[in-house]
């Protein structure tokens, strides 16, 4: 951890939520701000994530000082087999004349996550921890916040199509992308009053991953996302809501891990580079107001959020 440390914590209300957003193998953003967060003196209170942000969250709820360590040694082990196994195509064939209704065994990445993880049960973390899910049935929104870690983290994550929907108390959960891609809401109705996003940028948002069944998928997550963002955005009326930046510079897909150390160290300068100057011109004396500090990169292809940042406090403005 790199000193001295930039001092922050004096500044954010309490308590301070760290989301994370979902978004494949994009999720290696969020290493790099993990690793720009670390030469900071603030310490989040509260872990929500959905989809690969569930999975960084928990090694980040399991041990918030140690978690940008342990996320370096992940990702650096993470390929395109050790999630997707085997070729699209063939798995997809396979998976289709065994009439299955999804294509890839998520145990590799289970495994792997498993190894970082020191405790089975969610309540078990250092930090108040949420995985968030979607019942495939029902469409509604499920907070996992207890029970078994493994099967909550599988079930954050579970891509339709890609993976298995899994079953917890009698529900079939897949991916909780589809309802709360970056569940900023979600934070705010545990108590957070401010809340620090780690979103892993526009994927598909485009449409130029639109192509065969997986772009489609990807598209669809996508869109649900945007939407979603712009309503939760609004709490920012009253809270302060700390957007850390995304490289402008992805254009790999989800499935994609090629790219991750390059993600991941854009990411890392680029958030050290906003937190400094927050050090620098934030308040001395006095709480952040409430507003959205930075730029979520949603707006480029979502004009609400400017609409609404429009309305919002300026925390730009004394």
């Known amino acids: 951890m790199a000193e ?7 500044m954010v209300p309490r308590p301070l939520a760290i989301v994370f957003g979902g978004g494949g193998s994009r999720g290696a953003v969020q290493l ?28 980040f709820a399991s041990d918030p000082d140690l978690a940008a360590v342990k996320l370096a040694e992940i990702w650096a082990r993470m390929d395109r087999q050790q999630v997707f196994p085997g070729g699209f195509f063939l798995k997809t064939l396979a998976a289709t004349t065994a009439g299955r209704s ?22 078990d973390l250092e930090l108040p921890f949420t995985a968030i899910a979607t019942d495939l049935d029902s469409g509604v929104r499920v907070e996992l916040d207890s029970g078994d870690l493994r099967t909550a983290l599988l079930a954050s994550s579970a891509v339709p199509v890609a993976f298995p929907s899994v079953e917890i108390g009698g529900r079939r959960l897949v991916d909780g992308g589809l309802v709360a891609n970056i569940p900023i ?3 705010v109705a545990r108590g957070a009053k401010s809340v620090l996003v780690l979103d892993c940028g526009i994927f598909g948002a485009a449409g130029r991953w639109s192509q065969g069944i997986f772009g489609v998928v990807v598209q669809s997550l996508a869109i649900a996302g945007r939407q979603q963002v712009t309503v939760d955005l609004a709490v920012a009326a009253d809270i302060p809501v700390l957007y850390f930046p995304v490289p402008a510079s992805i254009l790999t897909t989800i499935f994609d891990f090629e790219g991750t150390a390059v993600l991941a160290q854009e990411s890392f300068e680029q958030g050290r ?3 400094a100057h927050l050090a620098e011109h934030g308040p001395t004396s006095s709480m952040l107001q409430p507003g959205i500090y930075g730029d979520p990169p949603m707006a480029v292809l979502n004009p609400e959020i400017d609409a609404l940042r429009r309305m919002l406090p300026d925390p730009r403005q004394p």
Do not use: C, K, W
């Not at 289970?110 to 405790?119: M, N, T």
């Open 4 to 10: 001295p440390q930039l001092a922050l914590q004096h």
């Open 32 to 59: 790099g701000m993990l690793q720009a967060l670390a030469e900071t003196d603030l310490r989040p209170d509260l872990v929500v994530g959905t989809s690969v942000g569930s999975l960084n969250g928990a090694i």
């Open 102 to 123: 999804y294509v890839f065994d998520p145990t590799p990445l289970s495994d792997l996550i498993a190894e970082y993880l020191p405790v089975s049960r969610i309540e």
């Open 185 to 187: 809401r979600q934070a």
């Open 273 to 275: 580079s906003a937190l």
